[in-house]
């Protein structure tokens, strides 16, 4: 089964929200496990305020929520605006038919 996080933020202000992006290129994420398959900053077209962070895990079961790499990130990028920290697990595959559950 794989499964996402998602830290969204929604800056304080333009300049939080460049400060957000550099932070995030700088990054150097722990050594690249298995099941860590990306970690990835997205933006939203409507509100230019919105950044997201997904972070896609590959199989194995989520550890009872969120993990340690999403809550280091949501802490570190909460200095840059509002947090809100969700996981996700994928039910069902449309593209290659794959059943996750």
Known sequence: MDWIEIIHLRSHSHQDKAQALVAFRQLSLPRRTERLKSAR????????????????WHNGKKQGGK????LQLAAAFSE??????????CEFSLFDNEETR
């Open 41 to 56: 900053l997205f933006r939203n077209h409507s509100l230019e305020s919105d950044l997201s962070i997904i972070i896609t």
């Open 67 to 70: 993990s340690p790499l999403g």
């Open 80 to 89: 840059f605006g509002q947090i809100y920290h969700t996981t996700w697990e």
